[in-house]
């Protein structure tokens, strides 16, 4: 097989990536927007030893499950990469990963639940980081092509809540205006990088984040102001970017404009969230997959609830008034102080959030002597350490929720789990991120009886 080769190819299966898989002549190949069940003429873009990648020239034969997608480029972008795909059948893709990795690691009896659908299949998204660059000269928002950073300059970001939409259309309007240059990375030269948008969907409330190469440029006062007369704005932050580095976030943040944080609401209980806090980014269904783990937890008013990985404290504080106590710990200062606050506001006073790596914090919580009923853990898409666990089972919890955006960690760390006397029948996958190949899932750990 060469480059630029014409093959005819029949897609048997989805890669987790959600390319289809095709085998020819020994090799495995991935088609790029491609479903199970079409037959495919497609070209090759390259190949390796064992594998090869191609893309979809005509459809000879088309699956059922295929959707028309309004703008190529959602799929193009990898923004939302499985928009082509019917809704139900992205269910059941998700649902597969999990019942796929169970049986890689011999778990083929643990019960997989249909995953739970989003109320919204697109505009979920309460934040938007979009980069910012010239293309032909003009300031341009969009999102970067797929594993490349060329700028496909977009306007309706499917995903995203449409007053977002609005919002980020209207802000780059105002650079342009001014004539603000977007960011350079080739040379880390020019000024804006990303702008990062939020919006409460309680409240109505619009942070706008510019995020800059510089802590000031010349137009930004001018800028301010306009972007402050935009429906619903509350809060303008300039986020101080100067490094040449792919991370999004600059380490500082400056108020321009309003207040230094949004308000939103999870059930009842009100969440203040600061930029560079994580909060659950698909409003409707975070209090699903929040009321699911927690009637998992089965909590009782003497329980002693740990809440790690805390982010702002939307878990803990969702609990707290029905359980004796609620400790968390967090690595981002700005989130965990939002937590403590976040208590205050809701007249909590039996939870108390602490800065560091879960990894190292459970792990002196266990020397002290504490005790546990219930731990909550929802950490990022490494999942947890040794350490972490080895601590976590040390307080002897009745259950432990395990939240996870990535089932492969998650199952690797359930198995050690297991070994130390802890067991699992079910896990719960949850749709947070419709038209995206993002799985979330949800499992519970009991002490295995002796
Ligand atoms: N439970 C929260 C946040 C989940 S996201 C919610 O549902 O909103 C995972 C969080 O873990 C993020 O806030 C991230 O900053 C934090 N985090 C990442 N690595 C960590 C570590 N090693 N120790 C503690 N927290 C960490």
Redesign the pocket.
């Known amino acids: 097989m060469q480059k630029n080769q014409i093959v005819e190819l029949e897609i048997t299966d989805l890669s987790y990536e959600a390319m289809g898989v095709a085998h020819y002549e020994g090799l495995t190949i991935f088609v790029n927007n491609a479903l199970p069940g079409e037959i495919v003429k497609a070209k090759v873009l390259k190949v390796k030893k064992k594998f090869a990648f191609a893309k979809i020239e005509e459809i000879i034969k088309e699956s059922p499950d295929r959707v028309k997608v309004k703008l190529n480029q959602w799929v193009q972008t990898g923004l939302a990469s499985l928009a082509h795909i019917k809704y139900d059948k992205q269910l059941e893709f998700k649902r597969n990963q999990v019942v796929n990795l169970l049986h890689k690691a011999d778990l083929d009896q643990i019960k997989v639940d249909q995953t739970l659908p989003s109320p919204e299949e697109t505009g979920y998204r309460n934040k938007a980081q979009v980069p910012v660059r010239m293309v032909n000269d003009q300031l341009e928002i969009g999102f970067f092509r797929r594993h490349s950073h060329d700028l496909v300059p977009l306007t309706n970001f499917f995903t995203t809540d449409p007053e977002i939409d609005r919002v980020l259309i209207a802000v780059r309007d105002i650079l342009r205006k001014y004539k603000v240059p977007a960011y350079d990375e080739i040379h880390n030269k020019g000024e804006v990088r990303y702008l990062d948008v939020r919006r409460s969907k309680a409240s109505g409330e619009i942070m706008v984040i510019l995020v800059c190469l510089h802590r000031d440029f010349p137009q930004l006062p001018k800028v301010a102001a306009e972007i402050s007369q935009i429906p619903d704005v509350t809060s303008i932050i300039l986020n101080h970017n100067p490094k040449k580095t792919n991370v999004i976030l600059g380490k500082n943040d400056y108020v321009v404009f309003g207040e230094d944080h949004i308000t939103d609401k999870i059930g009842d209980v009100k969440f203040r969230i600061s930029p560079q806090?994580?909060?659950?980014i698909n409003s409707l269904q975070t209090p699903r997959l929040y009321n699911l783990a927690i009637e998992k937890a089965d909590l009782k008013p003497e329980d002693v609830v740990i809440?790690?990985?805390?982010?702002?404290g939307?878990?803990g504080l969702s609990v707290a008034k029905h359980v004796k106590a609620v400790r968390g710990?967090?690595?981002?200062k700005p989130?965990v102080d939002d937590a403590n606050a976040n208590a205050k506001l809701n007249g909590i006073t039996n939870a108390e959030y602490v800065v560091?790596?879960?990894?190292e914090v459970m792990p002196r919580w266990a020397n002290e002597g504490l005790k546990t009923d219930v731990i909550f853990v929802?950490?990022?898409r490494k999942g947890l350490t040794p350490e972490f666990i080895d601590a976590a089972v040390k307080t002897n919890p009745k259950k432990i929720v395990y939240?996870s955006c990535n089932p492969a960690t998650q199952v690797r760390d359930l198995q050690l789990f297991r070994e130390q006397g802890y067991d699992f029948n079910e896990i719960d996958p949850v749709d947070m991120f419709p038209q995206t190949p993002h799985v979330e899932s949800v499992a519970v750990l009991e002490k295995a009886e002796k």
């Open positions: 806090s994580f909060f659950q809440d790690a990985y805390s982010g702002i939307t878990i710990m967090e690595v981002i989130a560091g790596k879960a990894e929802d950490p990022p939240i």
